[in-house]
Nanobody, 116 residues
Framework: QVQLVESGGGLVQAGGSLRLSCAAS????????MGWYRQDPGKQRELVAT???????NYADSVKGRFTISRDNAKNTVYLQMNSLKSEDTAVYYC??????????WGQGTQVTVSS
C-alpha cells in the first residue's frame, strides 16, 4: 500500500505562483509513475503532469511552459511548480502514484484557487 499526502495549495492572484508537494509513504519501492491531476466541480478529472521513476515527464498542453513537475526519489516526494497561474487553473489538485504492477493510488486533494 502507498499513502500520498499533498500540501501547498491555496489562494493566489492571477500571474502568481504556487508549489504543490506530495509525499509518499508505504511500500515506496513499488512506485513507478507519479503525477498530478486536477478536477473542477462538474468536470472530469484531468491530467496535469506526470513523471516516471527515470525522470521522463509529460504535461497537459494547457500547462506546458508554465508548470514544472519534479521528483525527489530520496524523499519519495513529487512537486508541481506552478507559475503564471490563470483563473482556469482553479481546481482541486490530486497527487497520483502508479505502482509497478499498475495499481493507482490517490491523495486526498488540495484546493488551488486563482483569483483574477
Amino acid at each position: 500500500q502507498v499513502q500520498l499526502v499533498e500540501s501547498g495549495g491555496g489562494l493566489v492572484q492571477a500571474g502568481g505562483s504556487l508549489r504543490l508537494s506530495c509525499a509518499a509513504s508505504g511500500i515506496i519501492f513499488s512506485i513507478n509513475r507519479m503525477g498530478w491531476y486536477r478536477q473542477d466541480p462538474g468536470k472530469q478529472r484531468e491530467l496535469v503532469a506526470t513523471v516516471t521513476s527515470s525522470g521522463r515527464t509529460n504535461y497537459a498542453d494547457s500547462v506546458k511552459g508554465r508548470f514544472t513537475i519534479s521528483r525527489d526519489n530520496a524523499k519519495n516526494t513529487v512537486y508541481l511548480q506552478m507559475n503564471s497561474l490563470k483563473s482556469e487553473d482553479t481546481a482541486v489538485y490530486y497527487c497520483n502514484a502508479i505502482s509497478n504492477i499498475g495499481e493507482p493510488y490517490w491523495g486526498q486533494g488540495t484546493q488551488v484557487t486563482v483569483s483574477s
